[in-house]
């Protein structure tokens, strides 16, 4: 196994975790219990870790990290649903009020 992230918090490493899963890579997300002891431990320590279970796909896993960071646009505007009228944030595909998708 080989490190591959340090996530902010474990939405991320999970939503990673699934992504990566998606693309045929399997990972363990460590630390899932420590973020927690966030003060009485060191940040850097308790931090969620995903972790590649084959090195030898550690290279793909990070060139698709990358490609997910840069595919994630916090500038750009929120989008409106047309069922309920509410607005998501850019980066959903469903309506977080009424879950419906927000392509159509």
Do not use: Q
């Not at 080989?2 to 918090?9: E, N, Q, V």
């Not at 693309?23 to 997300?29: F, M, N, P, Q, S």
């Not at 998501?88 to 309506?95: A, G, H, L, Q, V």
Request: with cysteine; proline share 8%.
């Amino acid at each position: 196994m080989k490190r591959l992230y340090t996530a902010s918090g474990l939405p991320e490493a999970y939503l990673l975790r699934d992504f990566l899963d998606a693309e045929g890579i399997a990972t363990v997300v460590f630390n899932e219990h420590s973020v927690g002891a966030v003060g009485e431990l060191p940040c850097n320590e308790a931090l969620p870790e995903l972790w590649v279970r084959e090195e030898a796909e550690y290279h793909r896993a990070r060139a698709l990290v990358l490609g997910f960071e840069r595919a994630v646009d916090d500038t750009a505007p929120p989008r409106p649903c047309r069922n309920c009228g509410e607005e998501s944030p850019p980066t959903f595909d469903i309506c977080w009020h009424c879950g419906r998708s927000l392509d159509g």
